[in-house]
């Protein structure tokens, strides 16, 4: 499979099973209004994701098509990173924050990769880019009415960064098949002054803990995405032929 | 008979959206492009937004409308390139709308941008035409609507916001 490949799926892959996490919420947000502020959130990631397999099933060719990509995949073969696959906990804080990680990463990633050579993924993401800044400004928002709210809410969002930093330098680092197509070092500059500025006016502390979770986006994941896959992937496997 | 271009763009003028049927495709402005070839006919659509579902119910209905007017072939394409903007929407939808109880999208907007907690935008009540409204949510019925309410006459209204 050739780089530019593995890039399209990588990303396809991010949107999806962020998408995925995301929806688990539907009908259980802590108020409506949120709740279908995540859900639609969810809904822009899957459309995201929907482009580009379609785009990289075009290049794969042969019977290759879109739900082969997200259905007929095993785990080592999802090239997503740790971040997205982490579980909601049932907890919101930890829910938004993560939100806000990824939004923050794809919001400058798309801002880059709508000028890239192939002309689809720079269409794709020049649309995302449009839905990806109202993701971040909502997360940006909530993260410091969390953080910056009740001793209940703000104790939760500092459990939160303590169980998600360890996931954010694998987002900021590129895989082999990433290099050559982003400015990797403005992306993490502009990830970090945002990431900076966000948590310090929600009043939580960057965590000094250094250590690290790296794997996803070569295909080693956490268990958790084998749990987001038999849910998700159970439906088309049994019934492959199985039309809507 | 020779099928024109002028006759397709007509036809499609019959598809609407299925989420808000008083707007057909040409007053969405998501029709890009049409070309006709003898007994063929391609169109072009883009979607509003990426995960907006009734793309494909608007591409089945485009081909059945262009199949009954006589075409043997046709091919309904997706572009997105450039991005659909509400800018595109016609000013006839936009009073089919207001007309419908929905709010149409205002000129100027301020949702593409990341300041944070700012003013919810300004938004006339299609019913009794107050600017004294306020936002519920930032999301109404679909992806593409806020729910406000008018403080004036105290209808809540959904808003087809900019984008």
């Known amino acids: 499979m050739t780089h530019r490949i593995k890039h399209i799926l990588h990303l396809a892959d991010n949107a999806l099973i962020l998408g995925h996490r995301n929806s688990e919420w539907c009908g259980h947000g802590p108020v409506l209004e949120q709740d279908i502020a995540l859900t639609n959130i969810s809904l822009?990631?899957?459309?995201?994701?929907?482009?580009?397999?379609?785009?990289?099933?075009?290049?794969?060719?042969?019977?290759?098509?879109?739900?082969?990509?997200?259905?007929?995949?095993?785990?080592?073969?999802?090239?997503?990173?740790?971040?997205?696959?982490?579980?909601?906990?049932?907890d919101w804080g930890l829910t938004i924050l993560r939100q806000f990680f990824v939004s923050n990463y794809q919001y400058h990633l798309y801002q880059q990769l709508q000028h890239h050579p192939d002309e689809q993924v720079a269409a794709i993401s020049a649309k995302a880019l449009k839905e990806v800044t109202y993701h971040l400004r909502w997360s940006s928002e909530w993260v410091i009415r969390l953080g910056d709210g009740t001793e209940e809410s703000n104790g939760r969002m500092h459990n939160a960064l303590q169980q998600l930093w360890p996931y954010t330098t694998e987002i900021l680092t590129p895989a082999d098949y990433e290099t050559g197509f982003i400015d990797f070092s403005l992306l993490q500059e502009q990830w970090r002054q945002k990431t900076t500025a966000v948590l310090a006016e929600a009043t939580l502390a960057i965590p000094a803990n250094?250590?690290?979770?790296?794997?996803?986006?070569?295909?080693?994941?956490?268990?958790?995405?084998?749990?987001i896959l038999a849910v998700m992937q159970t439906l088309p496997r049994t019934h492959p032929d199985a039309i809507w | 008979m020779v099928i024109s271009t002028q006759q397709v763009w007509e036809a499609l003028a019959h598809v609407t959206d299925p989420e808000i049927p008083v707007l057909s495709i040409i007053d969405l402005g998501i029709v890009r492009n049409v070309t006709v070839n003898g007994k063929e006919a391609v169109v072009t659509i883009t979607p509003t937004?990426?995960?907006?579902?009734?793309?494909?119910?608007?591409?089945?209905?485009?081909?059945?409308?262009?199949?009954?007017?006589?075409?043997?072939?046709?091919?309904?394409?997706?572009?997105?390139s450039p991005a659909w903007t509400t800018d595109w929407m016609s000013e006839e939808g936009k009073a089919k709308l207001k007309a419908y109880g929905i709010a149409p999208p205002n000129h100027k907007?301020?949702?593409?941008?990341?300041?944070?907690?700012?003013?919810?935008?300004?938004?006339?009540?299609?019913?009794?035409?107050?600017?004294?409204?306020?936002?519920?949510?930032?999301?109404?019925?679909?992806a593409c609507k806020a729910l406000y309410q008018c403080d004036e006459c105290k209808e809540v209204f959904d808003y087809f916001k900019c984008y």
């Open chain 1, 210 to 227: 250094e250590t690290q979770q790296t794997g996803g986006k070569s295909g080693n994941h956490t268990v958790h995405l084998n749990d």
């Open chain 1, 44 to 90: 822009d990631l899957i459309g995201q994701a929907r482009s580009f397999y379609q785009h990289a099933a075009i290049l794969l060719g042969e019977d290759y098509n879109e739900d082969k990509l997200a259905y007929f995949r095993d785990p080592h073969e999802f090239l997503n990173c740790l971040m997205v696959e982490q579980p909601n906990e049932e």
């Open chain 2, 49 to 80: 937004y990426t995960g907006c579902p009734a793309m494909d119910v608007i591409g089945a209905t485009i081909k059945m409308e262009l199949l009954a007017l006589g075409f043997d072939t046709v091919t309904v394409n997706q572009v997105l």
């Open chain 2, 109 to 142: 907007q301020q949702v593409c941008s990341l300041e944070l907690f700012t003013p919810h935008e300004a938004v006339q009540c299609p019913h009794c035409n107050a600017y004294h409204t306020h936002r519920i949510s930032e999301f109404g019925s679909t």
